[in-house]
């Protein structure tokens, strides 16, 4: 079965500051993976998606994620935090025809000036 | 605009009085999917659909129920809420070999 684990519900930067967020999946056939943010009530938008081509992918607001097959993560990276990318962060893997996404439990990310 | 909307989206709700939460999509997608979200479990399945009239158990059914008769519609029911139910619930949708998945708003929903 496919599984996601996000290391770390919480983490702090300050602005300016990389922003590393970190995803491990398990899966048994080539994975479909995905981040979504999700800013205070609202729904989930797309940042990003691996869909087995380039293993650096490029999102929107500056995101970017390097699929490593060897080490199976995912992790999402923006070089420089912007006061606006506070929110929390979802890595999900998809299973395919079932159409469910398996989601990490998240991290919430601050932003501090 | 394309877009996957949700009603009501919020609703406060006592233990045992039927309600329905609608999702519509104008995207023409085959799949639809219905999710709660909880602190600390991240976003867990319900139920989802491959098409109209066709829909299957996701990881978290108990206590739900949902239909398809039209493509653009994916009603989210509960016959008896109770207080574990008590979530944010989001709406997804699709299209076929396209593993991008549209979200809705969200619907808040506390039962009492």
């Known amino acids: 079965a496919q599984s996601v684990t996000q290391l770390g519900s919480h983490v702090s930067v300050s602005e300016g500051a990389l922003v590393l967020l970190r995803c491990n999946y398990s899966?048994?056939?080539?994975?479909?993976l995905f981040w979504y943010v999700q800013y205070p009530n609202q729904g989930l938008q797309l940042l990003l998606k691996y869909t087995s081509a380039a293993t650096l992918v490029k999102g929107i607001n500056g995101f970017e994620a390097e699929f490593k097959k060897s080490e199976t993560s995912f992790h999402l990276t923006k070089p420089s935090a912007h006061m606006s990318d506070a929110a929390e962060y979802f890595c999900?893997?998809?299973?395919?025809?079932?159409?469910?996404?398996?989601f990490g439990t998240g991290t919430r990310l601050q932003v501090f000036p | 605009e394309a877009q996957v909307t949700q009603n009501p989206r919020y609703l406060i709700t006592v233990t045992g009085k039927k309600l329905t939460v609608t999702c519509s999509q104008n995207m023409n997608h085959e799949y639809m999917s219905w999710y709660r979200q909880d602190p600390g479990l991240g976003l867990r399945q319900i139920y989802y659909?491959?098409?109209?009239?066709?829909?299957d158990k996701g990881d978290v059914p108990e206590g739900y129920k949902v239909s398809r008769k039209e493509k653009r519609n994916f009603p989210l029911i509960l016959e008896s809420p109770s207080p574990n139910q008590t979530s944010l619930y989001f709406c997804?949708?699709?299209?076929?070999?396209?593993?991008?998945?549209?979200f809705g708003p969200g619907t808040r929903l506390t039962v009492t």
């Open positions: 999900a893997v998809s299973e395919g025809d079932t159409d469910k996404l398996i």
């Open positions: 899966s048994s056939v080539p994975p479909y």
């Open positions: 659909s491959m098409n109209v009239e066709v829909t």
């Open positions: 997804a949708s699709r299209q076929r070999q396209v593993y991008e998945q549209y």
